[in-house]
């Protein structure tokens, strides 16, 4: 019998070329602003197609003034969606000229803790408080995350720890920051553990064989915003 031929691509068909860092970030604060491609296009005064273009591929290099109506369209700097920043911790521009703090609802609180992301949990060990990050996911109105064994965040269990995310714009010197209080446990239920494998959307960056999932079920939340007048 003749063998069978995969059967050949066509362009539209054949895999996306690689999106390079600038395409990510710029995608990545459409998403946070909660724009279409073509909102982000009216508003920068350019055609949807090369929006789409600068997304999605790793070559696009568009000129100094594209990237600066780029930037103002999506409220950030150049240096932002450039990846200047990328090796410094978030919150060193200036501060607002006008500026308010204000407590947070616990409504605000959930809908800002969101589903899953990059959190620092913080436990009490033998030696001091310790703080450490980790990749989480909200399941079932609690904070669940994968690690280890022999890491520090284990060292948590059976007490009382916070736990901690937030968000900077260093563009515009606003954030918000929300901590959630309560007892951490391991979780070794099979159903369980398969549920949670199933909802949490998070996988550890840190790589390696990271099946011991901790649960921190929500005792007290809290949390701030930085906004301008």
Not at 52 to 68: F, I, N, Q, Y
Not at 88 to 96: F, I, N, S
Not at 140 to 152: K, S
Not at 185 to 206: I, K
Request: charged share 25%; proline share 6%.
């Amino acid at each position: 019998m003749a063998e069978r031929q995969a059967p050949q691509q066509t362009p539209s068909e054949a895999d996306p070329p690689p999106q390079g860092d600038l395409g990510r970030r710029i995608e990545r604060r459409r998403t946070e602003l909660g724009l279409t491609v073509e909102d982000l296009a009216f508003r920068a005064a350019m055609a949807p197609s090369y929006l789409e273009h600068l997304e999605k591929h790793s070559t696009a290099a568009p000129e100094a003034g594209t990237l600066l109506r780029l930037a103002g369209a999506l409220r950030t700097s150049t240096t932002e969606l450039g990846g200047g920043n990328a090796g410094l911790p978030p919150g060193t521009g200036r501060a607002a000229a006008a500026s308010r703090l204000t407590e947070l609802s616990e409504q605000d609180c959930h809908r800002l803790l969101s589903t899953h992301g990059v959190g620092r949990i913080a436990v009490s060990t033998d030696a001091a408080p310790v703080v450490v990050p980790v990749n989480y996911g909200v399941v079932d109105d609690a904070v669940v995350f994968r690690t280890q064994r022999g890491t520090v965040s284990l060292q948590g269990l059976g007490r009382e720890v916070a736990f901690e995310v937030d968000r900077v714009d260093d563009a515009l010197s606003q954030g918000w920051s929300v901590v959630v209080r309560g007892p951490a446990e391991q979780v070794t239920d099979p159903d369980a553990v398969r549920r949670l494998a199933e909802r949490a959307f998070s996988e550890p960056w840190a790589g390696g064989e990271r099946d011991v999932w901790v649960r921190i079920t929500i005792t007290a939340l809290t949390g701030r915003r930085i906004d301008t007048w």
